[in-house]
Each structure stands twice: as C-alpha cells, then as structure tokens.
C-alpha cells in the first residue's frame, strides 16, 4: 500500500526531472564554482604581481629623475678633489665657470650650491669651522649668483652631520617659501656630494629641487580603477599622495594603524619591498598595497614608493565572469528542465501500454532497452517504433552528454529534427563551454604577454645596473639579452658618439650574430640609412617586406634573409643616446616592440650615465697627467736650483758684507738707496723719522721730490746721475722739504757695483747739518734786522711793533685750531675700542636666528638698528664694520693708500646695499619707493663729494665724511629703513 502510492506520487517523469537535474546541477555546481575561484584567485595573483611591477618601475622612474640631479653635483664634487692646482686668486672663477653650464642645462634644479671649508682653501686659517659659500639660484626668470663666509663660530647641526658623515646624502623633505613666486610655498629636498681632498673634507656641492615633478610622476600612476600611488621619505614623511594635506607629515601621524602592524616606518627606512592587504582608509575600502624602494645615488636613505588598489577592482572581472556563469547554468537548467518534462510525458504515455518498457524507462537504465518489435501498424504499434526510435535517441543523447562531461567539446551530434529541443540545448551548451574555454584561453594569453612584459623589465632593469662603468660591456649585454629575450636573430646597439660638435654619428657599439661584413660600416649620421632615419624621426620602423640585400642570417646551415627589421630609438627627456636594431625570422608581436620601446628609456638614462662618468674619468686622467707634468718640472727646477746654489752663496757673502758696513753706517747717518734712475728703493729709519714720514710711504719716490733744486740746472742734474750710473761717486749738500720738514745733509753718493763692475744700484750717506745751516741763516738774519735797527726810524719801529701784534694774534687762532682737533682726535680714541669684525652664519636650515652684535667702533650695531629681516641686518651690520675699520686705519696713523682703499670698498659696498633694498621696493611694490631712492642718492653724493677731496689732498674732509656718516646712517637704520621693514613684514618676510 505505501509502495504503491509512493509510485503514485513520484512517477517516472518526476524521477528523470528529479536524477538528471540533481546530477546535472551538481555537476555544473562543481564546474563553475571550481571556475569562478580559480578565476578569482588569478586574477588576484596577477594583480598583485602587475602592482608589484608597476612599483618596482615607477621606483627606477623616479630614482633616474633624482640620480640626474645628483650625477651632475656628483661630477662637480669629482672634479673639484683637484682645485690645490688652480691659482688660490682664480679658484672661485673656476668654480663659478663650472657651475653656470650645469645649472642652465638643468633647470629641475631650483638652487645649486657648495660650501668650502676655510682652513681646506685658506693656508692661513686653522679653526675646525667656517667656509666659503657659492650659490647660483633663479630668481624672475634669471640666473644669480651670490657668494657669502659662514660658520665662523660654529657649524649648524644638520652642516655639521653632513661634514661628519661626508658622504652622498638625500635630504628629508622641506617646506621652503619661493619670494620670487610671490611667495609661493612648495614642498622641496636637497641633494649633497662631499668634496674629499686625501680623503678628508673639504666641502660639498649640494642642489634644492622642488617635489613637483616627483609628485606629478606619483599621481600619473593610476594602473587600475580607483588606484593611486603615493611616495614616501626615508624618514617616514609624505612627498605625493592624492590628498594634498598628506603632504609633509609623518606616516605614523596620518596612518598610525599600518605604521605599528606593519612597521612601515622602520621597513622603509631600511629600503625593504613591502606588501599587505588591509583596510584603506582614504577610499574606505579593503585594498592591496605594494611598496617599492627608491635608491638615489650612493646614498643610505632610501625613499619608498606606495601603490594602493581596491580588492573589487582586482577582483571585479573575474566576479562578473562567476555571475555570467551563474546566469548561463541557471538558463541552461530551466530548458533541460522543460525538455526533460517535453521528453519524459511523450514517453510516459506510450509506455504505459508496455509494462516492461514503462517499468526500464521509469528505472532509467534506457541503455538496455531492447527495442519494441511489433508489426502493428496501428497506435500500440507506431508507440513502439517510437519508443524504440525514442531509446536510440536517448542514447545518442546520453553519450553525447557524456562526451561534453569528459570535456570533449569537438564530440558531433547530430539532432533528429530542428525540434529536437534535447538535442539543440546540448549544442548550445557544448558552444558556450567551448567559448568560455576560448575566452579562457585568451585571458592567459594576455596574463602571459603581461607577465612576458613584467619579466622583461625586471631583467633589463638588472642588466642595465651591472657594467654601468664600461660602455662596450654594457652594450654588448644590453643587445645580447634583448635579443635572446625576443627570440631573435640578429641585434645591434648603435650609441651616440658627440665627442665633436662638428661631427656627431651613431656609433656601432654592440652587434650580435652579425656578418663580419656588416662592421666594416661602425658609423651612421642622423638621417643616414634606416638607422640614421629613425635616430632623426624620433620614431620605431618596423619592417616585415626586407630587402634582400639588406642582411642576411648566417648559421651552419646556411644563409637567409630575415622576415621583420625592427629599430628603435633610445630616448631620454626628447634625446635620442642610441637606436636598437633586430633581425628575425619570427614575426615580432605589437607588445614586444611596445616592450622595446618602453626599455628604451632606462637603456638611455644608463647610456648617458655611463658616457658622463667616462667624460669624468677622462677629465681626470688629463688632470693626473697634467700633475704628472708639473712634477717633471718642479723637478728640473729644483736641479737647476742647485746648480745656482754656489753662486748665490759667493753674492750672499759678499751682499752680507757689505749690509754690515752699510748698518753700521745706518747706525750712525742717514742712509738712502735709490735706483740707477733716482727712485728709492730702501730707506733706513733715522732718516725716515728725521723727515717725519715712514719708510712704506718714501719708498717708490724719487730723488727730485722734497730736494730743492732752485740752484741746479737740468743739464747739470742730468750730469751728476749720469756720473752714479757710470760707477762715479759724488757729493752734495742739498735741502730737502719732506711733509713740511725742512732738513739739511751733506751727502756722499756712491754706486753699488755687481760683480762685472757695473752700477746696479746708488747708496747715498747723508749727515745733518741742518743745525749749522740754520745757525748760519739766524746770524745772516740777526745781522739784516741790525742793520734795519739802524736805518728805520721810529714811524717804522711801530709799523713794525703792529705786524709783531697782528702775528700774535693768528698764532693764537692757529693754537685754538689745533686744541680743537686734537680734542676730536682723542674723543675718537676714546669712543673706538679695538674692533674685530666677527663672521656669523647659520645654516641653511636654521635662518631666522638672531645675530650676535660686533663691537662698536665710530659706531655700534645695536639692537635699536636691526630691523628684524636677517639679510638686511646682515648688511646693516657690514656696513658699520667697513666705516669701524676706516676709522681704525686713521687712528693707527695709516698709509693713506690704506685709507682711501678701505673708503672706496665702504662707499661701493654701501651703494650695493642701497640697489638691494630697491630691487626689493620694485618686487613688493613699496609705495614710498621714489621718497627712500631719493635718500639713498643724497647719502651716496655726499659720501663720495668727502671722499673726493680726501683723495686731492683735503685732510679735514675725512673729519667730515666720518661725523657725517655717523650720524646720517644711524639716523637711516633706526627711522627709515625700521618703515620699509614693517613693510615686507606685512608681505610674510
């Protein structure tokens, strides 16, 4: 009974609907489940391994950006280990020369600069700090240059790490302020390079670079959807990411959860690759993150480079594919579905007039149905050759599905009708098995070209860091490994050679698997040939119809034409450094010559890498020779010394015999030498104090001045040189007026002869008889008043009584004169203690520190002068040492070739100062501008009116240029210049 309705509730058309959609369910269940994941995991594999790459090449994109700025401050540190053999007064040109080329030629530079230390370049300074600093920077469009001593107390810190460590350096990342761009603030870093002299510091070239381009390079990296890349310092800080207020701060301040699980800041640090999935929270979503180190120059702080893409991203594709098959499975159900339903109620109903058919059909075992013989021709019978037609269907059917399940889609079948539903589902289900293998079959050609692509660039990226020191080597690698890596034939690596401006060709560097024909052509001009050709276009030529004499493929077997020539130009930054050249017999695919060309790049950047450290070698080998040279030299300078040793000696002898007699006759007289023409040449210190002038001022004059020749002709003059010249001596007594001192000598000149007797020289020795000469004059006076006693009457006597009163009386205005100068002389003794000008300098890093105060002189820098803007106060500062310095010089009595030097170098220093404040006036737009020129060109005027009659003889206007400036600059600093300060204070200065 329950066996019997349980029949009755699941018949046979419920039991073929129930086995084979179960089966066919499970089946597809495990199919396009297995499918999905799979497709789901590799599609996650490669896009962790194209972010990796893409990490990797954006890493070396970078490090070539930075490593060109750090390879020109490289070759000037190189070059600068032999500056001991220029001129010490020329050095500084030297390296200025050298400097505005490079800085032109590279304007991602914004500032270019080095630091000298003092007692490396000065022989005569021993401190452990201070130096010379050069800087060349832009500024509205032009290049400047300024030069400036710092560090004379002691070296700022980060100055002072640098020295300490004296090596290649990156500096962390920097907010600067551009007054040039309207004070604009940007994101900046410095590069340095030591200066080694014998392995010891001597200095640094440094360059400024702003982070703009690195920042525009970071936000290009966008590989998939939604992804974004971002750049990191080595100390942890920010330097690109989408989120501008990223920038500048610390990776364990804006994501402190990833800096303490994964330690980010420590692995960056040390340049480690990093990976991790987690949740992003700038995009608030699950996201995969890759970083990549970036090592610049020989530096230890690498810089890290961060890729983040969403997880849907990466997995988007492969979950559409999952829902389509999810879709297609479930289409394909409901028509088996119905066609099972179709199939199982046109049997059901024949069988069951057929026990024995109904009973195999409901079991369905349908392969040992036997078929129905009957030869009735009426429904029974047309049911049985049906059921029969029906059985064989089925098991075609049943095969063909088995087929399909063993995953043989090439299986035929061929259906009954066009209404074999059956039949036609299995078709279409066969076709969309073999299209979703086909599309398989195409994503893994296009992961495997990727894959080829990524591979490629990791190997040249390791081929092109090895031998970067030998061009022939390198290019030989490049071209081998590019040509084993295309499965090519042939290759060829044709390098710029630009050694002569006249005369520039690409030169065959590197060949393989040539015929030794084709090198007896190693050179090709731009234009010439399809080399030349694609060198001039800037552009790939891909040929597949080749000539048949262009080349031929030589192997043990023969020779052959190859089917493509591909050559590609080298480029970086628009300039090609060399063109690649391949023969093939293979077709080349369009991502292998794309894959050419984007290697082309880095095999450019390390081309000229090479050829400029090569230029650097050669520079310094002509250097080693040149100081190989000098050396011969010095050598057979030193031997023909030697060989003038023993005659020097013999005149040393003699020259010391004869300075004994004349010091002890300068002991006792007044000794003059002069030259064969009357200049003096050396005097000795009684007759230099006898005539109250010192012995730098009498030495360059001549004979005639101060000597009073109102009784001597010219001819007779003439004469008596004539005689010293020709070994003659000869004797006078003369009157001479040095500096308003009248003197008397008897004097005796005689020749100095050498030794082939002639005049070298004229030694005069002079004896003061001064006094006689004015005892004779008083008698000859006394005895001439005497006798106009005698002969002037009284009348006379009281004219003369009134001229006597009337010299009295200037005498006395004379003497009040005097007293007055001498009183101004002492008050500025006494107001000027001894001044030492004192250098101050703060590191680049540290402006803003206040400057510690000179010592007063004529006047002192105080606090009331400074303004508050550094390089002002600096020069204010400057100012007043220059004016200290004057008035030291007078007070020590000076040469006053001393002090009209050291007033020129005041007066043209003080005008520079003035010209730098209206450069700013004209920048900011002071509205005062015409009102403070105007004061600047009255105080320049009637400095220089003071000056001029100083220089013609006027000695009291150097009182009044000194009280004047005292007073009218104090006046400037404090009032006028304290106005113009608030003013650029307003702007941010």
């Given at each position: ?288 993150f890759s970083f990549s180190p970036i090592k610049v120059g020989k530096a230890d702080t690498p810089w890290s480079i961060g890729l983040s893409i969403p997880v849907e991203v990466i997995t988007e594709e492969s979950t559409t594919n999952f829902m389509i098959s999810i879709l297609v499975t479930l289409i394909g159900l409901i028509l088996l579905t119905v066609i099972i339903y179709i199939i199982a109620a046109r049997i059901a109903r024949p069988i069951s007039r057929s026990t024995t058919m109904l009973k195999r059909i409901e079991e369905g075992d349908i392969l040992n149905i036997e078929d129905i013989n009957t030869s009735r021709t009426d429904e029974i019978g047309e049911m049985a050759l049906s059921l029969n037609a029906v059985a064989h269907g089925l098991n075609e059917t049943a095969r063909f599905a088995e087929e399909i399940g ?584």
């Amino acid at each position: 009974m329950i066996k019997d309705k349980f029949q009755f509730r699941i018949n046979l058309k419920g039991k073929m609907l129930f086995l084979i959609l179960s089966t066919t369910i499970l089946i597809f269940i495990i199919a396009v489940g297995y499918i999905g994941i799979s497709s789901r995991n590799m599609a996650y594999k490669s896009a962790k391994e194209n972010a990796d790459a893409v990490t990797a090449q954006s890493a070396l994109r970078i490090e070539n950006q930075l490593n060109v700025s750090m390879d020109a401050i490289r070759t000037l540190a190189q070059a600068f280990t032999s500056w001991k053999i220029w001129p010490d007064s020329l050095w500084q040109e030297y390296v200025r020369g050298m400097y505005h080329p490079v800085f032109k030629n590279n304007p991602q530079i914004y500032k270019l600069w080095d630091s000298w230390e003092k007692n490396m370049v000065d022989d005569d300074y021993y401190l452990p700090h201070g130096r010379y600093v050069n800087t060349f920077y832009r500024l509205d469009g032009d290049i400047k240059f300024s030069t400036a001593e710092r560090s004379f107390e002691n070296d700022p810190p980060l100055y002072a790490k640098i020295k300490n460590e004296a090596r290649e350096s990156i500096w962390e990342p920097y907010w600067d302020v551009f007054s040039e761009e309207g004070e604009s603030k940007k994101f900046m870093t410095s590069m340095s390079v030591p200066i080694l002299q014998n392995n010891k510091y001597a200095g640094i070239v440094a360059v400024d670079i702003t982070m703009d381009e690195l920042q525009s390079i970071v936000s290009e990296i966008k590989p998939m959807r939604d992804s974004y890349a971002f750049l990191i310092s080595n100390g942890g800080v920010f330097i690109g990411h989408p989120d501008t207020s990223f920038i500048g701060k610390h990776i364990g301040t804006v994501l402190p959860e990833f800096d303490q699980a994964y330690t980010l800041s420590t692995k960056i640090k040390k340049g480690e690759r990093i990976s991790f999935r987690d949740v992003d929270s700038f995009k608030e979503t699950e996201a995969y993150f890759s970083f990549s180190p970036i090592k610049v120059g020989k530096a230890d702080t690498p810089w890290s480079i961060g890729l983040s893409i969403p997880v849907e991203v990466i997995t988007e594709e492969s979950t559409t594919n999952f829902m389509i098959s999810i879709l297609v499975t479930l289409i394909g159900l409901i028509l088996l579905t119905v066609i099972i339903y179709i199939i199982a109620a046109r049997i059901a109903r024949p069988i069951s007039r057929s026990t024995t058919m109904l009973k195999r059909i409901e079991e369905g075992d349908i392969l040992n149905i036997e078929d129905i013989n009957t030869s009735r021709t009426d429904e029974i019978g047309e049911m049985a050759l049906s059921l029969n037609a029906v059985a064989h269907g089925l098991n075609e059917t049943a095969r063909f599905a088995e087929e399909i399940g063993k995953g043989n889609l090439e299986s035929s079948f061929d259906t009954k009708s066009e209404k074999d539903v059956l039949g036609n589902a299995l078709i279409e289900m066969r076709e969309s098995l073999r299209k979703a293998r086909e599309e398989e079959t195409i994503r893994k050609e296009a992961d495997e070209k990727q894959r080829w692509v990524t591979n490629g660039i990791a190997r040249f990226g390791d081929v092109l860091r090895q031998d970067n020191d030998d061009l022939s080597q390198l290019s030989f690698n490049v071209i081998r490994n590019l040509v084993d890596y295309l499965d090519a034939n042939q290759g060829a690596l044709f390098v710029l050679n630009d050694k002569k401006e006249d005369d520039i060709f690409f030169e065959l560097q590197a060949a393989i698997a040539y015929d030794r024909r084709r090198y007896l052509k190693k050179e090709v001009r731009v234009g010439e040939d399809l080399v030349g050709r694609a060198a001039h276009e800037k552009q790939s030529i891909y040929l597949i119809d080749v000539p048949e004499d262009y080349m031929q493929i030589t192997s043990g077997m023969g020779t052959a034409n190859p089917r493509v020539i591909l050559i590609v130009p080298v480029m970086l930054n628009n300039v090609v450094f060399g063109v690649v050249e391949v023969a093939s017999f293979n077709k080349l695919e369009k991502y292998q010559i794309e894959f050419v060309e984007k290697i082309g790049e880095s095999i450019a950047s390390t081309l000229n890498s090479v050829k400029v450290n090569q230029r650097t070698q050669r520079l310094l080998e002509d250097s080693q020779h040149q100081r190989e040279e000098l050396s011969s030299q010095e050598e057979e300078m030193r031997q023909n010394m030697e060989e003038l040793q023993a005659t020097q000696e013999e005149a040393a002898r003699r020259e010391f015999e004869l300075r004994g007699l004349i010091n002890a006759l300068s002991s006792s007289t007044y000794t003059v030498e002069y030259d064969l023409y009357g200049t003096i040449s050396d005097v000795n210190e009684p007759f230099a104090r006898l005539v109250g002038l010192s012995k730098e001022q009498m030495i360059g004059m001549n004979h005639k001045d101060g000597v009073d020749l109102s009784g001597t002709s010219d001819e007779d003059y003439e004469r008596f040189w004539e005689d010293l010249r020709h070994g003659i001596p000869r004797s006078d007594v003369s009157r001479i007026d040095y500096n308003n001192t009248e003197v008397y000598l008897q004097e005796s000149y005689t020749p100095i002869l050498d030794e082939d007797d002639n005049a070298y020289k004229i030694l005069k020795i002079g004896f003061d008889i001064t006094s006689l000469k004015k005892t004779e004059k008083e008698l000859q006076t006394a005895e001439e008043k005497l006798s106009k006693l005698v002969e002037v009457s009284a009348e006379q006597e009281h004219e003369l009584e009134r001229i006597r009163e009337q010299l009295n009386t200037e005498k006395a205005k004379n003497l009040h004169i005097q007293t007055k100068l001498e009183q101004i002389q002492k008050q500025m003794l006494t107001e000027t203690p001894n001044t030492q000008p004192k250098a101050d300098e703060q590191a680049e890093s540290e402006a803003g520190d206040s400057k510690t105060q000179t010592s007063p002189g004529l006047m002192a820098f105080d606090n009331s002068m400074k303004v508050g803007i550094d390089e002002l106060d600096q020069q204010h500062e400057r100012v007043i040492d220059l004016l200290n310095d004057t008035v030291t010089s007078y007070i020590n009595a000076a040469a006053k070739k001393t002090i009209k030097s050291q007033l020129a170098t005041f007066a043209d220093y003080l005008s520079w100062h003035f010209g730098n404040e209206e450069q700013y006036f004209e920048t900011h737009g002071y509205e005062a501008i015409d009102e403070h020129k105007n004061e600047h060109n009255a105080i320049l005027k009637e400095i220089n009116t003071q000056i001029q009659s100083y220089t013609k003889g006027d000695a009291e206007a150097l009182q009044q240029l000194l009280t004047y400036a005292k007073e009218k600059l104090a006046q400037h600093f404090t009032e006028v210049d304290t106005r113009y300060a608030d003013f650029l204070h307003s702007k941010g200065l």
